[in-house]
Structure formats: C-alpha cells, structure tokens
C-alpha cells in the first residue's frame, strides 16, 4: 500500500528537483540516516526488519510544516518544515524521528487500532489495499492527506521512542544531536501561533518533550561523530 499511496502522492505533487540544494539535502541526509540504521540494526542482529526497504527521499513544495515515513522506506519532506529547521543538523533530528516512526512499525500500530475502532476486519494485504476506507485510515496515518484531529496522535511511548532512537540515528548518522533542543523549541513556540501545523497535532511538543530529550543527549551522544563534508 505505501509504494501506490506514495506515487499517488509525488504525482499529485510538486516534487523539487534532484538538482536543487535543498531537495539535494534531504537526499543526503535521508540517506545518511537510512545507513545508521541500517548500520544499528546489522549489530543488533534485526537487519530482517528492514530487509524489505527501498529507500526514497523527496522533497515537495508545500507550506504545510511536515516530513513523514512510510513503512519500506518512503520518505517525503515539505518545503514548509525547512524554515523552522534552518539547518542540516535538525532536519536530521526530523528525519530520525520520522524514520524511527516508521522502522519500530509505529503507524502499523495506530492503523491497527484504528482498523479494530472502525470494525475492519484484516483479511489480507491485497483486500486491505483496495478497501478505502482502509486507504483513508492509512493515509490520515502515513501523511498525504493528514487531517488534523481525525485520529489520536502518536503515543506518548511512540514518541518517546521515535526521540530515543532519532537522536541515536542522526548521531551515528554524523549529525549533532544536541541539536534537536533549539529545534524542538522552535517547532513548540509555532504551536502558539494560530493554526498549529499538521507535524505538531502528531508530534506533540512542549517542555516535557525537552526535558527528556535532554535527558538522552549523553547516550546519545556517545555515537556521535561530526561528518567533515557538511
Ligand atoms: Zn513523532
């Protein structure tokens, strides 16, 4: 389901060229994370989890603050998200988080309970795949049609999680993890403007979030060697 919804996505969207130094970033930095993981997941013996990734990165031009994984891989960033991240460094931080999302199997999770909330019954991948209303619960999960408040937002576990492994991810990666604090501040001082954006109602953020994400900066820094080309 994730490679149709994903080409369905880049279609009806303006996809930036490879060409260009900002979608050229989100390539390098998407992959740079793909091989951590890639990397973390090989030590620990469940390289099998991931063996099924295709590894995409694109970036599109959107307003909309938001980046988002697909489970096998498929990444997309919005133009809208590269204001508040400013940096290399933090769109790192997103992308670890994100992708982690997406390798712990965290929408399959939500899609489940949603599934089960909704009395869909799970009858294959290739009915799952045509039911729409399966579709639309994949979507509102996974980003392409995201709409705020239509489901309850990742856990507070997941979160959690998607911070501990993000910030190990990016680190192993060569990116500072420290600077996920400055980043998660500005994305948390966004959601006293107006309209929140669609990546703060799934990622919700406040000073409990810094807290703890200051409380793994020394494990996580410990994988940390700085890339000399950025
Ligand atoms: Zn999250």
């Known amino acids: 389901m994730s490679l149709t919804q994903y080409k369905q996505f ?6 930036i060229p490879k060409t260009n130094d900002n979608a050229e970033m989100v390539q390098r930095v998407g992959q740079r994370i793909a091989n951590a993981i890639t990397q973390y997941y090989k030590q620990k013996g469940i390289a099998n989890n991931i063996s099924n990734y295709k590894w995409e990165f ?3 031009e959107s307003k909309e603050v938001n980046a988002w994984c697909m489970p096998g891989g498929k990444v997309v960033v919005y133009t809208g998200i590269l204001p508040i991240t400013q940096n290399e460094n933090a769109l790192a931080i ?4 994100e992708i982690t999302h997406a390798v712990a199997g965290h929408g399959k999770e939500r899609m489940s309970q949603e599934m089960a ?4 019954q799970a009858a294959g991948n290739v009915a799952l795949g045509s039911n729409p209303k399966t579709v639309n619960i994949f979507n ?3 980003g392409p049609t995201a709409q705020v408040g239509v489901l309850l937002p990742n856990s507070r576990n997941q979160e959690l999680e998607a911070d501990h492994y993000g910030l190990i991810f990016a680190a192993i990666a060569g ?3 420290k600077e996920a604090i400055p980043f998660w501040t500005r994305m948390m001082n966004l959601s006293n ?3 929140p954006p669609v990546f703060l109602s799934d990622h919700p953020s406040d000073a409990a979030r810094i807290e ?4 793994l900066m020394p494990e996580a820094l410990t994988y940390y060697k700085p890339v000399t080309n950025q």
């Open 140 to 142: 509102s999960i996974y």
């Open 175 to 177: 990116y500072d993890p």
């Open 94 to 97: 997103v992308l670890g988080h």
């Open 10 to 15: 880049l279609s009806q969207s303006k996809v």
């Open 193 to 195: 403007g107006q309209a």
């Open 212 to 215: 703890k994400l200051k409380q």
């Open 58 to 60: 694109n970036l599109v």
């Open 117 to 120: 909330a909704q009395g869909i």
